[in-house]
């Protein structure tokens, strides 16, 4: 697996180096090495594909997996703690996480959509042998449905931004419907996701939603029912 590098224009060139081991110093100590050795020699980045982005040590917020784990950021809309580390997401903003503490290197899947937790795979370079290496293959539905979005509405690829759909399958939107999915920055994409998941847990099974109130200046959702 190899990984596009990350532009890091925003950190000053002579300021990297430092920053970069400050960084690896403050990463949990309980991490698998193979994921250490993949930051020390990548510092994240996407794939060549543009599917999976892996996070690094500096660089923009939704970059810096640092950042990325503070709970106030958008896990703690997913009841996920500082055992749960997310190092890698894809392009439809589904978390990769080791789930410290817990059976040694495992790695899990959360569904952003939906909220729910998978297991994924029992080390980092499993994921990488049998689902990023083969995404082609084991994400055929959804690439397809990214393909058919780029190229009909002629919109480019962007780093830290997820497809986000505009009426989510949580409340019954299309996953698979080109025109219900948009370009979306991806720390708003699972904010946004994680606290209809959050409000819909509280609404009776059965209720109708009449509106979803959006106030983008807090980042923040409302349920009208």
């Not at 224009?9 to 002579?14: C, N, P, Q, Y």
């Not at 439809?92 to 994924?120: E, T, V």
Request: glycine share 6%.
């Amino acid at each position: 697996m190899q990984l596009q590098n990350i532009d890091l224009t925003s950190v000053e060139i002579k300021e990297l180096g430092e920053i970069f081991q400050n960084g690896i110093q403050e990463l949990p100590s309980d991490l698998p090495s193979e994921y250490i050795s993949l930051i020390e020699e990548t510092n994240g980045g996407f794939t060549e594909n543009q599917v999976f982005h892996f996070f690094g040590i500096n660089g923009p917020l939704h970059h810096n997996v640092l950042e990325w784990n503070k709970s106030d950021l958008w896990k703690k809309h997913y009841g996920l703690d500082d055992q749960c580390f997310v190092f890698a997401e894809d392009l439809f903003g589904d978390q990769y996480y080791f789930k410290r503490g817990k059976r040694g290197n495992a790695i899990y899947f959360l569904n952003s959509c939906k909220g729910k937790s998978h297991f994924a795979a029992d080390r980092l370079e499993a994921l990488i042998d049998d689902l990023i290496d083969d995404c082609e293959e084991m994400m055929v539905e959804q690439l397809d449905v990214a393909k058919q979005f780029f190229e009909q509405k002629d919109v480019k690829w962007r780093p830290f931004k997820h497809l986000s759909y505009i009426h989510p399958p949580i409340l019954s939107g299309s996953d698979d419907d080109p025109d219900n999915i948009e370009l979306c920055d991806s720390i708003t994409n699972l904010s946004f996701n994680g606290q209809l998941i959050e409000q819909l847990k509280n609404v009776p099974e059965g209720t109708a939603i009449k509106e979803i109130q959006v106030d983008k200046k807090t980042n923040t959702v409302k349920l009208v029912y």
